[in-house]
């Protein structure tokens, strides 16, 4: 039993009624109740993760015995059967964890950055929201963020999640930092963050790696990111690294069939939702036309800038929408289209400079 299985069995009240492991990637094992099946590419979706972010945060990809191990369990009996808190989706500790759903990228950030330590929940959780990508809910509602932080910073996890927006705030203001100082300047700071710290601490760290009180800090968030929802200010690591639906003739055009046992398709998200994800390069800044053709009310996609806050927000199309013009900004663009798990549908799109004949 290699180290990761004996550290779920302990988490799991002694290897109480956890399923083997039904599915091995090359940076991931999956153990799956069974009656619950992945969609055929997300295996390999949670492997690319994996090794995206373990790049991004300078870290060594999980191989062989390292792999990440990840319990999808059935949600009846959850939080019987592992370490999770009444009301989470998930939980991750020493590089397993458990989840009601999958994929879950959440959870594979905090598997990932246990070799960097704990600190406080606010910035575990921070990171892990900043890290998680955009999965499988279209982001059209970007709400702004406009609570304060303070409140939220030593906040244990589980009064974290019961606080609406505490999570989104917590990931802004991660963002917010690494974008400000650099990740490496962040890891450092938080570093030094203790899990007892108190809010004097935090500010201690914040003047030595940083070279701004907790104050000033506050209060530039507030002035620059306070309303960059979470689409915006998600690293969108894997988003943004798909494969690239070309240009023909002056437009984007794109014709498939959308279903779970397609090797590009990822799911189940919430349920009966499969995704594709692709990009697009936008060559010049403009208004473009954006249709979308689907035989479901399934057939939905979601398209936004692959830049941060001052990107535009997602555009968001369900088959049926009449076509819509919207300014888009030059550069790449994260384009995810969905299905649902249950039927194979006929998705279509095309994108074209609104000037154009």
Known sequence: MTRRLVLACALACGCRELPDVTHEGQHVRLALDPGLELCAGSVAHM??????LSAELGLEVPTDDERLLAYWLERDDFVARTACSEGADGCARNGVFFAR??????????T???????????FNEGLAVSYQGLGGVIDADEAALLDPIEPLLRAPTNKLLGIAGGYPHAGAFVAFLIRTY????????????????DVDDIDRAFQAGFGASLTEILAEFKITSNR???PAYDAKLLECAAPELPWRDGRVAEQRQVACDQPDAVGPYAG????????VTIPEPGEYTVELFGDSTANKLALRSCGGCDSEPTLALRAGDPATTVWLDAGRHTLRLFGAVDQRTSLGLRITPSAAP
């Open 47 to 52: 492997d690319e993760f994996v090794a995206l």
């Open 101 to 110: 759903l999958l994929p879950i990228n959440h959870e594979f950030v905090h």
């Open 112 to 122: 990932v950055a246990t070799p960097l330590g704990r600190s406080l929940s606010f």
């Open 182 to 197: 650099g990740l490496d300047a962040y890891l450092r700071v938080v570093d030094d963050i203790g899990l007892a710290a």
């Open 228 to 230: 960059c929802a979470h």
């Open 272 to 279: 009966n939702v499969v995704v594709v994800f692709r990009t």
